[in-house]
């Protein structure tokens, strides 16, 4: 359970991105043509900044909300967006006209007087980088990561403030095509999700798979799906993308209970997924939709969003907790996390990266590991599924270690719906046996 104000950034006392996206997405709400600017304000690393000790971190911090927020109109909104990054929201402005102003009047609060601790000058340069809805679009992120794109372009040129413009991110011809096109696959809905079974190591039962997504382009190519979220990313279009894909797991789950087959089904999830307030109601909806209980959905996170100490990831797992979605985290052991992590996140369910899979039957040194995970997975109630599952050798080694499932080409690669349903009535009636 979060501490009462543990959505204030400690330090500082101002409200955190999960305020700053729900604060945009709330204006958003009104006439469509309303502006709105953001201006995002850095101080770039120099050797002063980084030997401050953390007693000296948190009056500097507190020195420069105080002279940005005086800076500010009273209608204006200060946010914390890290240790030396700040966001102000500026509502309902006539033209981006005042934006500029803003950047330059916040930036001039900073350099006069210079930035100093202790009596000595830092010496601290600061970035500035600004956007404007609605010519950057409406999605709160993505308008925030406009003017981060900024403030980094601004950093890079010495320009002291910019505001977004495309072409900052604008890459080869080749990424821009694809951009486009994966918008209009979006738009036509010709995305595809495959699913790859999961299977249950002690009975050869499949009752969860994976939700997987493909999406192959015109010209019949199919494009890796790091790929495709990347090109989401740049367009914008992850808020969209995500209302399809929860639409879409729920209508496969409901297509699978017509067809009298027991499964649930897993999607992945991102980084900004999990700072988006807005994530839970949207997966509420497409479940209400289908009139399918939550129980069914999984949701992997990667740990290295998880193990964050983020009042705004944690607030939306717990959220989604409180709606009886299971939450699992994807990749285990491969990122910035300790096992002790896992006694403050409401997950039910650890997925073990396949680097430690692959070699588990030849490696002493990745048994010993597997079966820390699942040891320690056990102790806090939580199940264990190993990825990357290719031999029967490591099924075995899985089975003597006590992991629950498997997943891998041993079983099945990923297939479209039609394929997983075939596969999964010849398995019945073979009697569901473990290779």
């Keep these: 359970m979060r501490e009462p104000h543990s959505d204030l950034d400690p330090g500082t006392g101002l409200p955190r991105l999960r305020q700053a996206l729900a604060q945009l997405a709330r204006l958003h709400q009104g006439p469509p043509n309303e502006c709105h600017g953001l201006v995002l304000l850095q101080l770039l690393p120099n050797p002063a900044l980084l030997r401050l000790t953390l007693e000296a971190e948190t009056p500097l911090r507190q020195e420069i909300s105080r002279r940005l927020g005086a800076a500010l109109r009273p209608q204006d909104q200060l946010y914390s967006l890290g240790t030396w990054e700040w966001l102000a ?97 979006l738009a036509e809905n010709r995305l595809q999700l495959f699913l790859q079974p999961q299977v249950d190591i002690a009975s050869g039962s499949c009752r969860h798979a994976e939700a997987l997504l493909r999406w192959q382009r015109r010209d019949l190519a199919w494009v890796e799906p790091p790929q495709i979220i990347a090109a989401l990313e740049r367009a914008g279009l992850r808020h969209d993308f995500n209302r399809w894909l929860f639409q879409h797991a729920a209508l496969y789950l409901a297509q699978l209970r017509e067809a009298g087959i027991d499964t649930r089904i897993s999607i992945n999830l991102t980084a900004h997924d999990l700072l988006d307030p807005e994530l839970p109601e949207l997966l509420g909806q497409a479940l209400a939709t289908w009139h399918l209980p939550s129980t069914q959905l999984i949701l992997e996170i990667t740990e290295t969003v998880a193990v964050r100490e983020s009042a705004e990831v944690l607030e939306v797992l717990h959220r989604l ?115």
Excluded: N
């Excluded at 006539?94 to 950047?103: D, E, I, K, T």
């Excluded at 590991?369 to 990825?387: N, S, Y």
């Design 89 to 185: 929201l500026l509502p309902r402005l006539p033209s981006p006209a005042p934006v500029s102003l803003s950047m330059l009047k916040l930036r001039r609060a900073l350099l006069q007087p210079p930035l100093e601790s202790g009596g000595i000058e830092l010496g601290a340069e600061i970035a500035c980088g600004a956007a404007f809805s609605p010519d950057q679009g409406h999605d709160p992120q993505h308008l925030i990561q406009s003017a981060r794109i900024a403030a980094l372009h601004s950093g890079q040129s010495h320009d002291g403030t910019l505001l977004y413009h495309p072409d900052m991110e604008q890459g080869d011809a080749h990424q821009s095509c694809l951009a486009r096109e994966l918008q209009e696959a």
């Design 321 to 435: 907790r409180a709606m009886d979605i299971c939450l699992s985290i994807d990749d285990f052991g491969t990122g910035y996390a300790g096992m002790s992590y896992l006694q403050h996140l409401p997950v039910q369910e650890i997925k073990v990266d396949q680097r430690f899979i692959l070699p588990l039957a030849e490696s002493t040194r990745e048994q010993e590991i597997t079966r820390a995970v699942v040891e320690l997975a056990h102790r806090l109630g939580m199940e264990v599924v190993a990825e990357g599952v290719e031999t029967p050798a490591v099924l075995e080694c899985l089975r003597q270690l006590g992991c629950e499932r498997a997943q891998g080409h041993l079983f099945s690669p990923p297939l479209p719906l039609e394929g997983f349903l075939a596969w999964q009535r010849a398995r019945i009636s073979e009697g569901a046996h473990a290779p």
